[in-house]
């Protein structure tokens, strides 16, 4: 009977060692998933699609273009055709086509902007002007003067020439508004009667005299509507102009041939007047003064404005008289591409405001001119008015002075008990901030 042979089992040994293994074998209920980690952040927002003057326009492959089909190359011109009168529809200037395997391109050229998506100009939205536009046709007038720095203390109207041109009419806006009153300005101050300032006066060029405007009644004006159309411009100069010393108190003013200054005034005195009740929170109506009172003030402050930018350059000493025994002035100086506001001067008392504008070495006028943007509003009896003077000043000492736009505010109020013919006014406040432009 033959034998059955039997492999032998593994050795004692190595059934040890794989029995071993078996146990040391990870299992999957062992193992544990890692949780995602999310950001916090908010993901960017995709970018703001903007008009464009180029592009490409794509358009997917029609199935009757394919190549497969026996009509291709008819069904592709005809397609393309109808696709390029659309583009021209749209004022779209072609440039190149192409053919490719998913579909049809042009490049495409435009001389207004245009969207990318719909190839039209984008909507116009109507949004209103801006803070200084609107505050500009808030004003019904504008009014420009050409003032001349002297060493005197008196500035008079020069008398304006029979033959003289039309070279210094400055053009003036007129808008109409809800509240706007045609104001007459005609008045003289009465601290200084030898003293005359034009206001809304329009010069005659034949007769010398000033025309002033026709009075209207006390009532508001009814409310018209702007036309749509532009406005025509109504012409006006007053011009101001410092004359040249001369023992004769009588004679002909003339014109000196020093620096000029000359001034540009956006009146908004025309929004102090549509309150013509004062509120409770205001102040009781003792406080508000009538419309004689703020054209007396309104002249006497332009006044005081012309004397002290004139005398800031030749004479700033004398300028302590310009300012109350209890004023303050505060110079700020700001750095270009700052974010601190800079430092800051202050000064109280005559005595030290002279000194600290002896201190400060800048000077207004730049080769005999100077360019000053102001405004004045009377805020009423009690608090003062206030003057708003913007422009350049000037480091003196080199060929090229470097040029440092500046920002004054002034709160004036009359000087009372006091005959000073030069200084009707006398600054209570002044800020002053200095902006280097480089």
Known sequence: MPEISRSPGPSPAKRQRLSTDTLSTPTSSGITSLEPSIKAERSPSPAVSLPQTSGAKFYAMPSDCRKIDPNCKRNRSRFAAARKAELSTLGLKLTRQLWRTDGLVFDWKSNVPVMLDTLKPPKEIGTGRHTN???????????????????????IPSQTNAGA?????????????????????KSESRRSPSVEI????????????????????????????????????????????????????????????????????????????????????FGSAQDWPSTKVSEEMTSASLQYLQKYISMFDTRRASLSDAYHADATVSIRRVAPHTTTLGDVTTASGRDEITRTLSDLRLRIFADGNADVKYDIVHLGNRIGTLVTVNGLMYEPGSALPKSLAFHWTFILKEKLASRDIVWSLQATLHQMSIYSTS
């Open 165 to 185: 041109g039309r070279s210094d009419m400055i053009p003036l806006a007129r808008q109409d508004s809800p509240a706007s009153r045609c104001i007459d300005l």
């Open 133 to 155: 536009d609107a505050a500009e046709a808030a004003s019904p007038h504008g009014l420009s003067l050409l003032i001349s720095p002297a060493p005197a203390s008196d500035i």
């Open 198 to 281: 034009p206001g809304f006066q329009r010069n005659s060029l034949r007769s010398g005299l000033p025309a002033t405007l026709p009075p209207v009644s006390s009532e508001p004006a009814p409310f018209r509507p702007t036309p749509a159309g532009p406005s025509i411009p109504n012409h006006e100069r007053s011009i101001l102009r410092q004359p040249s010393d001369s023992p004769k108190k009588h004679a002909r003013p003339r014109t000196p041939d020093g620096p000029r200054l000359r001034t540009t005034h956006n009146d908004t005195r025309a929004l102090v007047s549509t309150y013509g009740a004062p509120c409770q929170d």
